[in-house]
């Protein structure tokens, strides 16, 4: 496994180490231990959600406040997705920048988003299976987020703005300046 560092203060891109033979392939796609070692970062995940898009489908900018906060392991097992990172900690040097990189299964990237984060992902693909680690569990009450087109974060999702599916609840997002993170 190897940690490689992205433009945004504590969040980064996770390779595993693949064995190929005659067979095929095989990595392991998590593994506590080595995690917490190699990245130094608290590696212990409580939830793990999937989610089934079709083209076009973006979800986000999402995000859980307060003590719900959640870290986040986030990969695509099937499709190609657009994931994106935003930096929602005030204090942090990179408050309000973005970062996005395309995730696959033929890639195995994994991205680590930290808590107080803002995050998301376009589908690039017919469709797409997205799995994700969470360090801290689902509170309904605790979801917030950034609108996906606010001017100030400005995300290049890597879709043509006619091909975007949201959900009711991500159309009517906060903007980033209304925010009081
Ligand atoms: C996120 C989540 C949703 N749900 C339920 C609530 C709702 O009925 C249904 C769909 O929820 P949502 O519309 O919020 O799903 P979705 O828009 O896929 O939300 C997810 O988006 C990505 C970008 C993230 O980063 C995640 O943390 C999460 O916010 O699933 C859970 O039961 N547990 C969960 O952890």
New binding site residues.
Partial sequence: MKIKETPLKDCYIIEPTVFEDDRGYFYEKYNEKKFEEITGLNGHFV?D?I?KSSYGVL??V?LQKGEHA?A?LVSCLEGKVYDVAVDLREDSPTFGKWFGIELTLENKLQLYVPRGFG???SVLSETAVFA?K?DNF?N?ES?GGVLWNDEDINVDWKLPLEDVVL?E??AVLTKFSEHNF
Avoid: A, M
Wanted: hydrophobic fraction near 5%.
């Fill in positions: 939830q959600n989610s979800r986000g999402h959640q986040k995050h998301g992902f994700y969470c689902y309904k979801e959900s609840k991500d």
